[in-house]
């Protein structure tokens, strides 16, 4: 299999062509004073399952590149966690390398520590709004001096090259975009920075050491607006390998911001979207040096077909090794089929980046490895385990109790696995998300674990079944109360209902009718529930009472949302509360004026929580000690059932 062969990078043997590419997690390794462990213990596990090069978090070179919840390392700390992170990382046999970038005119001032300004080449306005500086000449040797500082400091200390991030709108595709640079003297100049920037990296790390570079293969920004374009981006990079100062050319997409949807595409993007473009850059560049190609590449079929094809020389599979990093161990060992595919689902990882430390929807361990590992302590003895509910919460808790070794019974009351996370099914590419109940349920069937579908659990089970650990994952009942008076002049369902086009259990012919969601939540499945809606032919109109649409959706897929929903035809109320229902009509307040409008609606879609099914909770502890998981605790997402399930079957 040609993914898992060995490859050549300039002066660096890569056991493997399976790469995971630099990507924002746990930022703060790079804060001076942080022991940087999360981090390291994060990527050493990618490192134990297999993985043949990392790349890892872009670090700021300069401090006119910071932003909040980013830091500027200090030399001497940095060095320790970089030798100590290296030796990790070597033992396991990856190579490592970092990635160096500046921000430029990108991003707000505001979360800097001394409220620096943004710094760019011609005093570019930054997709936030905020003016930048123009530096001066000694500005722009200041900035490459603290990339060539950088990159002697990672060579020093472990690392075994250095990729100069060109890609995302930063700072170095600034410094050949017409939009952010029109400069007059010598940094105007085509490439001149870029060469320069190379030529004094590569002199202040020598030739023993990989120097890597990543470009947008489509910076996404017409001409006319300033852009480059694929064509003359896949030219730009063929000069820039010209100048035979690198050893490899990595790629992304996009200039940052909303692009950032398609760069690190969700479910609703084809698996190897970018792959075409991929090759075309590798014939630009006439092969001169191996190309990473990136772009949702879930699968090792996938990877293989990239490379088998001549698309790229390696494949970037971040994503898919944060959902599974054993994911190239299990390749060798002849059990693909167990490997835990990446949903697309981006809710755990770059939707929380910047933000939040990341995690994976259904691979609780991401960001948590040491704290997993002193969970997994070998067990006293075999317990006799009872889980109730077989959704995402169930299956997990089931799952690691049974991984764990104890003996697990799952009884679930409906027909099939999944809980309410079964509503997907028929949302389209949404339904990617049931892979993560597949697997799981693949895995159950392995460890042997009973399954009891159709078997509603009371008093009268548990008394007979005499469990040592009962787990109860019984989930919510969605409700149809939307909170406000009502005289039922219009119908009223659930946001589960919605889901199904059912109204009191029938099938509902919703086309031509126009719905009202009331969207308390403003989460994903609220937005599901708009597309559910509208597939089945209906004109939604959402209030909310907050701000804008989808408040507690991540960027990736809020920035889909806000071009979709004028495609649909979607009518979004913000700020907006239900005030009554009465004759066959709406009254809606506005939060903040208190202005009241009254519109006709259909039906009414009560987008809110459903309510904890935890009426057994008392029953069961006094046969057995009880952990409630799930929505029985409270009615979240599958992110959180999947944590809570997997925290409580490493607990017994």
């Known amino acids: 299999m040609k993914l898992l062969s060995p490859i050549k990078l300039g002066p660096v043997d ?65 060095a320790r966690k970089l030798q100590q992170l290296s030796t990790r990382m070597h033992r396991h046999g990856a190579k490592v390398f970092s990635q160096l970038f500046h921000l430029g005119a990108v991003g707000k001032s505001e979360g800097r520590t001394d409220l620096h300004p943004l710094w760019g080449f011609s005093g570019t306005v930054a997709t936030s ?61 085509h490439l001149y920075f870029v060469k320069e920037l190379a030529r004094r990296v590569r002199a202040a790390i020598g030739p023993d050491k990989v120097l890597g570079f990543r470009i947008s293969v489509d910076d996404f920004i017409r001409p006319s607006d300033g852009g480059v374009g694929h064509e003359k981006l896949c030219q730009i990079a063929g000069e820039i390998i010209d100048t035979g100062l690198f050893d490899y050319l990595n790629h992304s997409e996009g200039s940052g911001g909303a692009d950032y949807a398609r760069a690190v595409g969700s479910y609703r993007h084809p698996f190897g979207e970018f792959l075409p473009l991929t090759r075309a850059l590798r014939a630009a560049i006439k092969g001169a040096v191996p190309v990473v190609g990136v772009g949702r590449i879930p699968t ?74 002193s969970l997994d302590k070998p067990i006293d003895r075999v317990k006799k385990v009872l889980v109730v509910g077989g959704g995402p919460a169930g299956m997990k808790a089931a799952e690691i109790a049974a991984r764990r070794g104890h003996d697990v019974t799952l009884a679930e009351a409906g027909h099939k696995l999944g809980g309410r996370l079964n509503l997907v099914e028929t949302l389209g590419d949404a339904a990617n998300l049931l892979s993560s109940i597949s697997w799981i349920e693949q895995e159950l069937f392995h460890l042997k674990v009973k399954v009891l579908s159709q078997t509603l659990v009371d008093e009268a089970f548990v008394k007979a079944f005499q469990p040592d650990v009962i787990i109860m994952a019984t989930g919510a009942v969605p409700t149809n109360d939307i909170g406000v008076s009502s005289d039922d002049s219009i119908p009223a369902i659930s946001s589960d209902d919605a889901a199904a086009g059912l109204f009191e259990g029938d099938k509902l012919d919703l086309r031509s009718t126009r719905s009202l969601l009331i969207d308390r939540r403003a989460n994903y499945e609220t937005a ?47 700020s907006t509360i239900p005030a009554r229902i009465s004759n066959g009509q709406a009254y809606l307040r506005n939060a903040f004026s208190g202005q009241e409008t009254a519109e006709k609606f259909d039906f009414i879609v009560a987008g809110v929580h459903p309510k904890p099914r935890n009426e057994l909770f008392e029953i069961f502890r006094k046969y057995a000690p009880t952990t409630t998981v799930g929505d029985v605790i409270a009615p979240r997402s599958a992110l959180e059932a999947f944590r809570e399930g997997d925290r409580a079957g490493r607990s017994i």
């Not at 390291?40 to 090069?53: I, N, P, T, W």
């Not at 991030?165 to 007059?184: D, E, T, V, W």
């Not at 909310?544 to 929903?565: Q, R, S, W």
Request: with cysteine; glycine share 10%; hydrophobic share 35%.
């Open 129 to 189: 709004g905020e003016a930048s500086h123009e530096m001066t000449g000694e500005e722009i040797e200041e900035v490459i001096d603290g990339f060539v500082r950088t990159a002697q400091l990672v060579t020093s200390n472990g690392m075994d090259g250095v990729e100069l991030h060109g890609a995302h709108g930063y700072l170095i595709l600034q410094s050949f975009s017409p939009y952010a640079n029109k400069r007059s003297d010598k940094w105007g100049e």
């Open 300 to 373: 090792p079929d996938l990877a293989e077909r990239a490379l088998e094809e001549g698309d790229c020389d390696l494949v970037g599979m971040t994503r898919a090794q944060i959902s599974d990093p054993d994911l190239v161990r299990k390749l060798q060992d002849g059990q693909a089929h167990r490997i835990r595919t990446c949903t697309g689902a981006n809710q755990g990882c770059i939707d929380r980046s910047g933000v939040y430390p990341i995690t994976c929807i259904h691979n609780p361990e991401v960001g948590e490895e040491n704290r997993f590992r």
């Open 528 to 574: 599901l529930i708009v597309e559910a809606l509208t597939r089945r032919g209906s004109t939604v109109t959402v209030a909310t009472p907050f701000m804008h649409f989808g408040v507690n959706i991540g960027k990736t897929h809020l920035a889909e949302y806000l071009k979709l929903l004028p495609k649909w035809n979607t009518t979004v109320l913000p």
């Open 14 to 78: 890569l056991k493997n062509r399976v790469v995971s590419t630099a990507h924002e997690a746990f930022p703060d390794f790079f804060q001076p004073g942080a022991t940087g462990e999360r981090y390291m213990a994060y990527q050493e596990r990618r490192a134990e399952g297999g993985v043949g090069l990392v790349i890892l978090t872009a670090m700021h070179v300069h401090q006119s590149s910071q932003i909040a919840n980013h830091f500027i390392y200090d030399p001497d700390d940095l």
